[in-house]
DNA sequence: AGAGAGTTTGACCAATTGGTCAGGATCACG
DNA sequence: CGTGATCCTGACCAATTGGTCAAACTCTCT
């Protein structure tokens, strides 16, 4: 039940409001300690399951908490993967965020490209997770990828184009360069089965192979003729 | 409840065994229609809910028929979603089989990531289905990856391989470049919502641009030196 | 037309699921 | 130490779900 060890992609906002708590003042070190367990539950089962095959006995038997006690730190099922969601959101999204305009334009994409592979490894749930999510449709956050994830690729595509257009980078559809290195990259996450039955991996080997192949795949397809 | 309009990936061979009619002799015109139907409607909520989101009460629904009438058909939910899986594999297969040693290796494989891409724009609800499949764990399929799915690749990444020590195409890791090609384009497919959530495309035209901006990715990290 | 196979359904069932609630246990703090 | 706030639980509930079954209906073929 232990928070998996990460590299380090920055501090997660616990921000969820929909508490079922008394909610006065700030959080008890008993609240502190119950609510962290219960989200690293949440993630494990919702992520392996998607949030209508996940049910709330998985969760409390998880966290090694009633299911009565979940409910007293979340009024809902749908609560905790709102929760969940928002919670993590942040850190998604974070490795995109810090595409700049600052550096050599083929290297910061390549950059990015390592990263996401890394979130990929380190965050494999939080990958289902979203995946999850996604392939049903994203009922719970379809306003979010409207709203302000594409606030965000609008302006990281506008950059990439530019960086394009002043001959820094080949020409190419920063949109679909985007979704592609999500694709690639979080490939490795939300197809983890499929990809080890193929390649029966000692270790984690097939990381850093893919992260050759990956390296290759955008460095020759992004430096300009 | 219509099939879907397909270009034409083959013919679908049903082949489910788990029925719960009297199974002599031959299909029966209603039997031919109901289990067709059946199928289609199953497509249609699997690949939405994945397998524990869909109720037979949803499939029901979908198929205009009683919930004991499907169970006169199938004998059970599970039966229903592994005469899907079944049916499907082939279908969805089909593309990597036709790789072949004949033509001009670039070609060949971007020609591979285009018929790829065509399957996402016209099977979409088929890709949801295994997406669902593989990202909770594949655990009606495991056998199959591990097995059939596994010696086809290990067959194909030799052919690519040889085409890479011949000179005839770049030197990268064959199975994570058949990795990378399923995932960007099984991606406008599975993760359809968020690409129309970000690009907002009128028609389909984002498919034109994804097959644009793919066979310049490919092309240009597969061509020798 | 009639018989037998094939098809369909309403009523029903047990198990699971999300959620409630009253009361008891435990903690923090003056 | 006591008391009020916080924390926890067993018992319970209504709705949903996968699945059964006997009876009725319909099709096919002679």
Not at 29 to 42: F, G, P, V, W
Not at 190 to 219: C, K, M, N, S, W
Request: avoid cysteine; charge should be negative.
């Amino acid at each position: 039940m232990e928070r998996r060890a990460v590299k380090d992609f920055g501090s997660l906002p616990i921000t969820e409001s929909s508490m079922a708590m008394p909610e006065t003042s700030a959080r008890t070190r008993i609240q502190e300690k119950n609510i962290s367990t219960i989200l690293d539950a949440a993630l494990e089962v919702f992520s392996g399951a998607g949030f209508r095959g996940a049910t709330l006995d998985q969760i409390a038997r998880a966290a090694s908490l009633s299911k009565p006690n979940l409910l007293y730190y979340f009024k809902s099922k749908e609560a905790i993967h709102r929760a969940l969601l928002s919670e993590l959101l942040d850190t998604w999204l974070a490795p995109l965020r810090t595409l700049d305009s600052g550096g050599e334009p083929v290297e910061e994409i390549v950059r990015y490209v390592m990263r996401k592979l890394d979130m990929a490894r380190e965050l494999p749930r939080e990958s289902r997770l979203f995946a999850n999510e996604i392939v049903q449709g994203a009922p719970h956050i379809l306003d979010i990828i409207e709203g302000p994830l594409k606030t965000l690729v609008d302006e990281k595509a506008s950059l990439i184009r530019k960086w394009a257009t002043e001959g820094r980078i080949a020409e190419v559809d920063p949109y679909h360069l985007i979704f592609s290195i999500w694709a690639t990259t979080q490939h490795y996450a939300d197809f983890d089965t499929q990809v080890r039955g193929i390649l029966r991996p000692e270790r984690d080997q097939h990381f850093d192979d893919a992260a050759t192949f990956l390296t290759h795949l955008y460095r020759t397809a992004l430096t300009p003729d």
